[in-house]
């Protein structure tokens, strides 16, 4: 493997990159301010348990959002599983495959199965008129992810949840600062789940928030994340333990403060591989909604192998030999990987775009690491590729 690696390299065998270049590199807030923060925190010794920083930060973003009830909690995976539960889904919930394999174990986890739908090619969002065709008398809910961001098609989905008396919430992972008709994600469908993981362009190290207008599912969420408890020794439902910390709600409140600038970092560095990559054949950009909201956190490639004349795989290959840590999100699907192989070992059959778009996908280097030279350099790469796809070994050729 190493020497097949050396000999994709493409300028004389040196990598173009001396250190690695990764996608989903954290963006860091100001370390002064997240010091006198944690500070505080030790003056105060309150280290947990809904916590003034922790509080701050939820009014905060109740405010950005213009939402009723932002509650942080510990990850987006728990963040998910307490949303479900709150909402009383089981049986069966749809839920596209194209997507971080969390949004589907969220659900597993709980008992639920997940039923893989297919994606609109074009938006790379769940389609309304696949999710319609698996609704059996066991569904009970639809969960939508905002893929890249860019929002579900929230109108026609919410039309089919209201007509067959399904809930639906939104996995709002990537769709921190997103807006869809003018509004922030965070005030669709019954609830949105957000991550502030370390790779996602706003982070808490770890972290999470569920927004929702809902009164009665945000006195219930908060209840479930803190064991159920309501008051000292009153347990009110099955709980777990789902809360953020201070330390977390400190990075999370000192990263709101530089997020604009990360924001437009973003969005510099989507449009500079845009004009780069304009000319190179079969490499097309995923585009964003340029009149909403948008956080411009992930640069999306759609690779056209027969255009291009190289496969997505072994362009990935080619730009990891350079360090370009290119990735294949979200290969291969989420009904590609265990336990839902087994589960649903057909489930293919009915995913026909979701299965061409993990062969074609690639997420590149963004955010506050990558600056101008960067971009022109992996650019370079890249067209440099497309121009000797020819010339170049065949994944899993033998390299010598
Ligand atoms: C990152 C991510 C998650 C999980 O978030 P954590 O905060 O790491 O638990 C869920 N869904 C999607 C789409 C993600 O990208």
């Not at 997103?178 to 994600?185: A, E, L, N």
Request: hydrophobic residues 40%; aromatic residues 8%.
């Amino acid at each position: 493997m190493k020497d097949r690696i050396e000999k994709l390299a493409l300028f004389g065998g040196v990598p173009a990159f001396p250190e690695k270049l990764h996608v989903g590199r954290p963006n860091l807030g100001d370390r002064e301010q997240f010091l006198a923060r944690v500070n505080g925190m030790f003056d105060r010794n309150w280290l947990t348990n809904n916590g003034p920083l922790v509080e701050e930060f939820e009014q905060k973003l109740a405010t950005m959002l213009g939402v009723r009830h932002c509650i942080a909690l510990c990850n987006a995976t728990v963040a998910l599983e307490i949303t479900t539960r709150a909402l009383d889904l089981q049986g069966e919930v749809i839920v596209p495959s194209f997507t971080f394999v969390a949004t589907a174990h969220a659900l597993q986890w709980q008992g639920i199965t997940p039923v893989f739908c297919d994606i609109d090619p074009l938006t790379h969002t769940i389609d309304p008129a696949c999710v319609e065709k698996m609704i059996t008398p066991r569904t009970t809910g639809i969960v939508g992810v905002h893929l890249w961001g860019r929002p579900c098609n929230i109108e026609s989905l919410q039309e089919i949840a209201d007509r067959k008396n399904l809930k639906l919430m939104f996995d709002a992972a990537h769709a921190f600062g997103c807006s869809h008709r003018g509004k922030m994600i965070g005030n669709f469908g019954q609830a949105e789940v957000f991550s502030f993981h370390a790779t996602k362009f706003f982070n808490s190290f770890e972290g999470s928030i569920v927004a929702t207008n809902y009164d009665g599912l945000a006195e219930k969420i908060r209840l479930m994340k803190n064991f159920g408890f309501s008051g000292y020794d009153n347990v009110v439902y099955i709980g777990t333990n789902g809360k953020m910390t201070e330390i977390c709600a400190a990075m999370g409140l000192t990263g709101l403060e530089s997020l604009d600038k990360v924001i437009e970092t973003n969005r510099r560095n989507y449009h500079n591989y845009g004009k780069e990559l304009d000319d190179v054949p079969g490499v097309r950009p995923v585009v964003y909604d340029e009149s909403e909201k948008c956080n411009f956190q992930y640069v999306v490639f759609e690779v056209d192998e027969e255009e291009a004349g190289i496969s997505r795989d072994l362009l990935v290959e080619v730009l990891q030999a350079e360090n370009v840590m290119a990735r294949r999100y979200f290969y291969p699907g989420c009904h590609r990987m265990e336990p839902y192989r087994s589960y649903f070992p057909h489930s293919h059959l009915l995913l026909p775009n979701t299965e061409m778009l993990v062969t074609k996908v690639i997420s590149l280097p963004s955010g506050t690491a990558v600056g101008g030279d960067e971009i022109s350099t992996i650019c370079r790469i890249i067209r440099t590729a497309v121009t000797c796809s020819g010339k170049l070994p065949a994944v899993g050729a033998p390299t010598k």
